[in-house]
């Protein structure tokens, strides 16, 4: 199935931008889209992305309009062949191409080979490619600002959410509270630092009078559970938040700390003192959030992180 969201009136020119990938990328990519508007300031802008970030982008004022890719596998040819038509339909005369993953490179080959689009990525065929062959080891934003300049886009900003609105104040939050995010990718558990530490972590903030607020998604509910129930005074939220209330939430925050996760690169965005903890699964150096107010600790085996070394680095 493929979904679309209408949000303004046809322009002359139509782009098309891709980006899928996790939270924290999508965040990262804000900046490059706010440059692309820039660069086609009269032009329809279409997005390409996950179901779960539909509702934040269509509020995006860089983007016209926020179609869903449910990203069908190879065997299910149906919905490749409907993706391929509205692809087609879209008449954009240029594609961004933000993921620049095998499956989004592999987007070229929906448009016919004598009408494609101008290409930005490293698709076969890209009419504007990234050839740069250290681009793997390049941090995200500068790989991205490193794109666009070859598609003739020289000024990329850094990621904002400031144009992001929700009301936070069902959640009746103490201030002043401290964001802490003990999840991440539930596939990658390495990339997470041992719940017993942030439940130290979480009696130390509550004596010096600093509510914990747990974050986190579906698969952060037992997690966060587990910590909030050996904890009086910690609130959990785990799964009660959209995007948006997410990111309203961090700018009323004291200070945020977590695992290598997307909250963490919302938090430095809003600017709040963050404190991002990475294991060897992970390189800061390629993808750790940036902002003006950012810590990143790196410790081979998280396990091996103490709470003393952490709380040092708070504000």
């Known amino acids: 199935m493929f979904t679309v969201h209408c949000c303004h009136s046809m322009k002359t ?31 329809r802008i279409t997005l390409l992305t996950r179901p779960q970030f539909v509702n934040l982008m269509d509020c995006c004022p860089w983007i016209d309009e926020v179609w869903q890719d449910f990203r069908p596998k190879w065997f299910q040819v149906i919905d490749w062949l409907r993706l391929r038509r509205k692809l087609c339909e879209g008449d954009f005369s240029r594609v961004y191409d933000l993921q620049t993953s095998f499956r989004s490179s592999f987007y070229i080959y929906a448009f016919y080979k ?64 401290a964001l802490v995010a003990p999840g991440g990718a539930a596939h990658r558990p390495a990339k997470r630092w041992p719940a017993d530490y942030y439940l130290d972590l979480c009696r130390r903030l509550l004596a010096e009078s600093i509510q914990p607020v747990l974050i986190g998604g579906r698969d952060e509910v037992a997690l966060n559970g587990g910590i909030a129930a050996r904890c009086s005074g910690v609130r959990d939220l785990a799964d009660q938040t959209t995007i948006e209330e997410l990111v309203v939430l961090t700018r009323a925050a004291k200070l945020a700390i977590g695992n290598d996760t997307g909250p963490m690169h919302v938090a430095a965005v809003a600017g709040r003192p963050t404190i991002v903890l990475y294991s060897n699964e992970s390189d800061p150096d390629l993808c750790a959030p940036r902002g003006p107010n950012v810590t990143t600790i790196r410790e081979a085996n998280l396990s091996d992180l103490s709470v003393d070394c952490v709380w040092r680095e708070m504000p």
């Not at 886009?153 to 002043?176: E, H, M, R, T, Y």
């Open 13 to 43: 020119e139509n782009i098309l931008i891709l980006r899928h990938g996790a939270l924290g990328d999508l965040v990262q990519s804000t900046g490059p889209i706010c440059a692309i508007r820039g660069h086609h300031p009269k032009a």
């Open 114 to 177: 004598n009408s494609r689009p101008e290409w930005s990525g490293i698709a076969s065929g890209a009419s504007h490619f990234h050839a740069n062959s250290q681009r793997d080891f390049m941090h995200t934003l500068d790989r991205q600002a490193e794109q666009l300049k070859i598609a003739g886009i020289n000024d990329v900003p850094d990621p904002d959410l400031s144009w992001v609105k929700a009301n936070i104040g069902q959640f009746g939050l103490l201030q002043p509270y």
